[in-house]
């Protein structure tokens, strides 16, 4: 297992470094001090991550000696949106952040996704840092690039590509979170696992207790891990063009299912994932890829973790099929009239499925779902 605090992505010229562990600036300050170099600096967070961390992080920051200025737009997924977008972009005009300044995503997934977008469409690309504070964007949304935000009718269906300066990982950070979120960023943990590496899913199984319990050994190892799994994969296929597909496994469902529930506090991201990966594997079961033991292992940790596998666990009311299956629709995997879906044919071992119709997937959620 990992147990480093660092994590390379390569890139060519648009290589950066993650780092993870404690007091993450304190050790990185030779490199922080060279990046900024007397750039003036904006931070942007939500309310939330303001009341509770934003002082830890400016504290920790002093020793840089940075002209910072500050934006707090409200916390959830509905500022993934065009108004908050142009609230952004227009303060970052007003603040006068120019083309060798540097933008601080500080927050979780949906600050890392807004921020990092304004970042790439401010004069055509300012330097961008992201400092996350959820286990979520730290092991998964940080890194790799990936920006959006969210239209009325799907999910992160409008963004860009465009690479961080630096990643920095604070665990101190996670402490703040509730069991909920936590367990919502480990999700992503576990969908790395279940994809790529089964070692990596026995060593999840094994010790599952002491990482919710943030034990930082096991927290630091996982991140790592998690980090470097997604590194190896951004580094073959920047753009999404073929493997970084199998990222999503768990999403495409996932997506759907927080459309229809409007991104609210109903459905957390990762809650949406497991359930995804919950159908996923069902389904790659249904089609005979996937032996049913294994995924019995992925339906044990769950239940031993707290992850539901089943949307009844969150919700009792009849769900609308047909406009799940819309929203599915929007996906960006969609091609033709088939959906590439992300299956397993064992655990570590994922693939791009390019064969599923829609109609199968109605079928298939009717039998399961309804």
């Not at 830890?56 to 997924?77: A, D, H, T, W, Y």
């Not at 005979?288 to 539901?308: F, I, Q, S, T, Y």
């Not at 666990?313 to 406009?323: G, V």
């Not at 799940?324 to 693939?351: A, P």
């Amino acid at each position: 297992m990992n147990n480093q605090g660092r994590v390379e992505v390569s890139l060519g010229d648009r290589s950066y470094s993650i780092h993870i562990g404690r007091n993450i600036i304190e050790n990185t300050y030779p490199q922080l001090k060279a990046l900024f170099n007397k750039s003036k600096v904006a931070i942007i967070t939500d309310r939330n991550v303001f009341d509770n961390q934003y002082e830890n992080l400016r504290n920790q920051l002093n020793c840089l000696k940075l002209s910072i200025e500050l934006l707090v737009i409200e916390p959830g997924e509905k500022s993934k949106s065009w108004g908050s977008l142009q609230k952004t972009l227009e303060w970052l005009i007003k603040k006068e952040i120019g083309k060798n300044d540097y933008i601080i995503a500080f927050g979780g997934g949906v600050i890392g996704d807004l921020v990092g977008l304004a970042a790439s469409l401010l004069r055509r690309g300012v330097n961008l840092v992201q400092i996350p504070t959820t286990l979520l964007s730290q092991v998964d949304s940080s890194i790799g690039g990936k920006t959006a935000i969210n239209s009325s009718e799907a999910k992160n269906v409008i963004g860009s590509f465009y690479q961080p300066k630096i990643v920095l990982c604070d665990i101190s950070f996670l402490k703040t979170l509730d069991e909920r979120q936590f367990l919502s960023g480990y999700s992503e943990i576990l969908k790395m696992a279940m994809v790529f590496d089964e070692k990596f899913f026995a060593y999840l199984d094994e010790n599952w207790k002491e990482i919710l319990d943030q034990r930082d050994k096991q927290i630091t190892n996982v991140v790592t891990t998690s980090l470097s799994l997604k590194a190896m994969v951004v580094e073959q296929d920047e753009q999404e063009k073929g493997e970084r597909a199998l990222l999503n496994f768990g999403h495409t469902f996932g997506h759907a299912f927080e459309s229809y529930f409007g991104y609210s506090e109903k459905l957390l991201h990762g809650e949406a994932v497991a359930l995804g990966m919950g159908l996923a594997t069902k389904l790659s079961v249904t089609l005979n890829l996937l032996p049913n033991e294994a995924r019995e292992k992925l339906v044990d940790h769950c239940k031993k973790v707290g992850l539901p596998l089943d949307i009844k666990q969150l919700n009792n009311e009849i769900l609308n099929l047909d406009r799940i299956i819309d929203f599915m629709k929007q996906d960006k995997k969609v091609v033709g009239k088939n959906i590439n879906l992300i299956l397993l044919k064992g655990i570590g071992k994922g693939f791009i499925e390019k064969s599923i119709n829609f109609e199968l997937i109605k079928k298939f959620l009717m039998e399961t779902i309804s």
